[in-house]
């Protein structure tokens, strides 16, 4: 690939800041005694085949190795793990995830996970200042980076995957420091007794009770996520949305049995779904037919409105102008886009696009396919011009009810439970 | 479009079996009139107006139209409905669902939602026999359809979207006695009050108690789903799945972390995740790379297996092979289709085929895409080959989990709770 190689550390002719040792496990400790002897004052240890084996003799290696760190004062990443991404020093995961820097730091306990993190969040225009997969965490652990996140100045979001930690007390402090600071959002594996037993495997940590775990962020005020997905869409609200000023969701859609699904979410997600007041009610009419249509809230709104760009606009400007809402859901049903053609949902997104100039209250979309796969290539095709048009874009209302629940209740804390 | 047109009822020569009323609601009571006189024995009524609108006008208008046909004997479906779905007989909900017969029966209050049920469901290779959208259900309601589609022979499964009972004692028994002859698969509207109050402005219907409804799911044997999209999900697996013999579940996938997640999703189902024994993980390590994987279940395998069908087949093989196991949940990262092509994935499901012909478990495929468009795309590209090779596909760990769940309680009652 054009890059030159060395048979040895010792060859090579430059100082070292940091090496990456991908060789097989038995080989470690000479290559660690090698970055000790050229003054090399980090490593990250890409290797797996120790402690997580379960082994007898893959659990030695990995102590000798943390051995020779300590001795040789050499900071120890890994092993079994992707190492650093850091976009800005031209640093990345591996070479298929998008190096552009954003304003989100992670650390993960999974290289797959990191990865994946990285990756769905570029699709919905999130990026990362600084993270890491620090596998088995011998030396530096889950504390130290996410101690290190907190002071970053280029980090105003953490994302962490957890499986296990290895000093509960000092984490629990630094995870309260963080949440002082910026909001740290977690997903945790092994929260099973299978899940701990994959975790044993995989990291070889202990993955500890899920009871302490929830307590630990309930006191900390750390944000935690039961899926990747819910994840990767509590990101994109925390990036992408201006925090509203309360729970109460006024919803615009098309459908009378989707706006009662739509409705049940919401509340049960912890948001409130008001009734419009005759006001609304008689606005809307002005132009929204008045049979074959709800306007209570959630607004089942006709399918003319849903045609025409401008009526859609103003239904949601005529609820965003009701102070008794904080925050929209549009719903654009993705299947209009496959009956007339993905411009028509182009059309809506830029009338709102507009629209939401006239008002301070923050949109969400919401790209309804009702699981029909013709609808999600549609709901895909426009995602990205929802983002750029500044609106978070969901596949269903309960993900996005759910997102937009974590990010009120973080900028809402007495308001909490 | 080529068909004739009659001014009136009575022009019309033939006898009548069935009139879809879709004429404004005004108008409705005379043309109701003239079906009487017509002798037409069942109506639909398309049109909306009526008591849903919580005007005084509509709720009169509606019980002109229930006084005219019990006195002329007219049974009526709706009104402010979709009516009649039953490919056997050329009539579908509307001209843009397939007209495919198949085992299962709906009922739902919502023509919104029935029309997204049998969308999404022939995404799925799920059709239906019959189905109803009743609307308003001012004279056959719920309860008579639920009673006609437990007697039907050509319904296995019964589909249910509900908004509120008409006649909630003899809806319970009409759910008791549907449930001892075939699975009922209930998504409620309506269960927090939001959604109730939305339920009112659609159908008119009282939602009535939460608490109430999930007992008499759970004293019927109903299936209930919490969302749309575990409603096609739980269909699919009812239609695609022999029932596995208990809920022991071997998963073979790629990454440590998402095989973390993987047995936990499992196990918040309901499902169990034993760890394999000995002799599993050794015929694993005949061609599994000892280093970087795990072999504790889930197997977390290498990526050359992934590369190769044969390896892939024979590690679910392996697995299945093992009576510690009832199904397996082999995930195909989509990932792999959008670096190598998708027919990686076809040579996957193809190799799959053939080797589950060796074993008598069921087997799901999760097209796992971790939220990344190019991956989404590349799963709904692959997702009718898994159908057609006998296996149901699912988004995610966790829906499969869920959906399979409720076939195994279903079929294992004893195990219920």
């Given at each position: 690939m054009g890059l030159k190689a060395y048979p040895a550390i010792r060859d090579v002719p430059d100082e070292l800041d940091h090496v990456i040792l991908a060789i097989p496990a038995p080989l470690t400790p000479k290559l660690m005694h090698e970055c000790v002897a050229a003054g090399v004052k980090s490593v990250t240890i890409f290797t797996a085949g120790f402690s997580e084996t379960g082994d007898a003799e893959g659990t030695r290696l990995e102590q000798e190795i943390l051995e020779i760190a300590r001795q040789g004062s050499v900071r120890v990443i890994?092993?079994?793990?992707?190492?650093?991404?850091?976009?800005?020093?031209?640093?990345?995961?591996?070479?298929?995830?998008?190096?552009?820097?954003?304003?989100?730091?992670?650390?993960?306990?999974?290289?797959?996970?990191?990865?994946?993190?990285?990756?769905?969040?570029?699709?919905?225009?999130?990026?990362?200042?600084?993270?890491?997969?620090?596998?088995?965490?011998?030396?530096?652990?889950?504390?130290?980076?996410?101690?290190?996140?907190?002071?970053?100045?280029?980090?105003?979001?953490?994302?962490?995957?957890?499986?296990?930690?290895?000093?509960?007390?000092?984490?629990?402090?630094?995870?309260?420091?963080?949440?002082?600071?910026?909001?740290?959002?977690?997903?945790?594996?092994?929260?099973?007794?299978?899940?701990?037993?994959?975790?044993a495997s995989h990291t070889g940590a202990l993955a500890g009770?899920?009871?302490?775990?929830?307590?630990?962020?309930l006191q900390t005020g750390a944000i935690q996520v039961d899926h990747f997905h819910d994840w990767i869409d509590v990101l994109m609200t925390f990036v992408h949305m201006k925090p509203p000023n309360g729970r109460r969701v006024g919803i615009i859609g098309m459908g009378g049995g989707a706006s009662v699904l739509a409705a049940d979410e919401c509340e049960e997600a912890g948001l409130a779904v008001p009734a419009f007041p005759e006001t609304v009610r008689q606005e809307l009419l002005k132009f929204t037919p008045r049979v074959g249509v709800g306007l209570r809230n959630p607004v089942d709104s006709a399918t003319s409105v849903y045609f025409d760009p401008n009526s859609l606009?103003?239904?949601?400007?005529?609820?965003?102008?009701?102070?008794?809402?904080?925050?929209?859901?549009?719903?654009?049903?993705?299947?209009?886009?496959?009956?007339?053609?993905?411009?028509?949902?182009?059309?809506?997104?830029?009338?709102?696009?507009?629209?939401?100039?006239?008002?301070?209250?923050?949109?969400?979309?919401?790209?309804?396919?009702?699981?029909?796969?013709?609808?999600?290539?549609?709901?895909?095709?426009?995602?990205?011009?929802?983002?750029?048009?500044?609106?978070?874009?969901?596949?269903?209302?309960?993900?996005?009810?759910?997102?937009?629940?974590?990010?009120?209740?973080?900028?809402?804390?007495?308001?909490?439970?």
């Open positions: 890994g092993p079994n793990c992707l190492g650093v991404h850091c976009p800005v020093a031209g640093i990345s995961l591996d070479d298929t995830v998008p190096r552009v820097s954003g304003p989100v730091g992670f650390l993960s306990q999974s290289g797959g996970n990191a990865r994946d993190l990285v990756v769905a969040s570029a699709d919905r225009r999130v990026f990362f200042s600084k993270g890491v997969s620090l596998g088995n965490a011998l030396d530096l652990n889950e504390s130290d980076f996410l101690e290190y996140l907190t002071d970053d100045n280029g980090t105003d979001i953490i994302a962490a995957y957890i499986e296990g930690l290895k000093q509960p007390q000092r984490f629990y402090r630094a995870l309260r420091a963080a949440c002082a600071r910026k909001p740290v959002i977690i997903l945790k594996g092994g929260k099973t007794l299978s899940g701990a037993g994959a975790v009770s899920r009871a302490i775990w929830d307590t630990l962020c606009a103003r239904t949601v400007k005529a609820v965003a102008d009701w102070d008794g809402v904080d925050i929209l859901f549009v719903v654009l049903p993705a299947i209009i886009g496959t009956k007339i053609g993905p411009q028509i949902l182009t059309a809506h997104i830029k009338g709102l696009a507009e629209s939401a100039r006239d008002f301070a209250k923050p949109v969400a979309i919401i790209l309804r396919t009702a699981a029909q796969s013709e609808s999600e290539r549609v709901a895909r095709e426009v995602r990205g011009e929802c983002l750029e048009a500044g609106f978070p874009a969901y596949d269903s209302i309960d993900s996005a009810a759910r997102a937009v629940n974590a990010l009120i209740s973080y900028h809402l804390p007495q308001k909490r439970g």
